[in-house]
């Protein structure tokens, strides 16, 4: 299984997520914080990720935990580019009746694996299918995406202890800083998952080569992390 290569379809570019971002309008979008994830879901869905539109219901297909479900206009942009639902469905975007609301439904869009919006869920969440895929001896990856921010909530606390200390090496965790967390100061994420057992990476979250290198990264008996450090928050919302 590999990514999805959609026939005819013209190729996966930052510009053509953007311009599809574009079609999603409405109150409330969170642009701030999904544009902070944009390159990390281009290279994960475009060369990490062993899934694709015809294998979502595949035991051993690796799984995409979207945690920070607040902003998932660049998830949806992402999902649609791959085909995994028509892109005339981003012009819907908030309307009353559309599938794609503010936060990503895994009942209502084709390609999700979680709903989520509500922050500290997606971490223990993943580290729950980790376990579980580990123990039926599935090749399968799991992968979930947080905000640095996310990280103050104590769930995700237990949840990195856990899976630390039964070296969950199928997970992978990224964390998209911006220093918006209540305590932000560069460095700190990876010091406190190193101490927990895991593998922990900060790399420039546009920098497409270093988030594949880094996303690719297996080290036997540690979950993996990367830090993907873009704009901080502040200075992107002016």
């Known amino acids: 299984m590999t990514s999805p290569q959609i026939l005819g379809a013209p190729p996966v570019t930052r510009e053509r997520i953007t311009a599809l971002m574009s079609r999603l309008t409405g109150d409330e979008k969170h642009t701030?914080?999904?544009?902070?994830?944009?390159?990390?879901?281009?290279?994960?869905?475009?060369?990490?990720?062993?899934?694709?539109?015809?294998?979502?219901?595949?035991?051993?297909?690796?799984?995409?935990?979207?945690?920070?479900?607040?902003?998932?206009?660049?998830?949806?942009?992402?999902?649609?580019?791959?085909?995994?639902?028509?892109?005339?469905?981003?012009?819907?975007?908030?309307?009353?009746?559309?599938?794609?609301?503010?936060?990503?439904?895994?009942?209502?869009?084709?390609?999700?694996?979680?709903?989520?919006?509500?922050?500290?869920?997606?971490?223990?969440?993943?580290?729950?299918?980790?376990?579980?895929?580990?123990?039926?001896?599935?090749?399968?990856?799991?992968?979930?995406?947080?905000?640095?921010?996310?990280?103050?909530?104590?769930?995700?606390?237990?949840?990195i202890e856990y899976a630390g200390g039964i070296g969950l090496d199928a997970l992978t965790l990224v964390v998209v800083d911006n220093a918006s967390s209540s305590y932000a100061v560069r460095g700190r994420i990876e010091q406190r998952l190193r101490a927990h057992g895991w593998d922990a990476l900060r790399v420039d979250g546009r920098d497409h080569a270093r988030l594949e290198e880094a996303l690719s990264r297996r080290v036997p008996g540690r979950p993996n992390a990367v830090i993907a450090q873009v704009e901080d928050k502040a200075e992107a919302a002016r």
């Open 32 to 159: 701030v914080a999904a544009t902070s994830t944009l390159d990390v879901l281009q290279v994960l869905y475009g060369r990490i990720l062993r899934i694709s539109p015809a294998a979502v219901e595949d035991p051993d297909r690796d799984r995409f935990y979207l945690s920070k479900g607040h902003g998932p206009m660049a998830f949806f942009a992402v999902l649609a580019a791959h085909g995994f639902f028509p892109e005339e469905l981003l012009d819907t975007f908030t309307d009353f009746d559309s599938p794609l609301g503010l936060h990503p439904d895994r009942l209502l869009v084709a390609g999700v694996e979680i709903s989520s919006g509500s922050l500290g869920h997606g971490l223990p969440l993943a580290v729950g299918a980790a376990h579980a895929l580990r123990i039926r001896r599935s090749p399968a990856r799991v992968i979930v995406l947080v905000g640095d921010a996310e990280l103050d909530e104590g769930s995700c606390t237990e949840a």
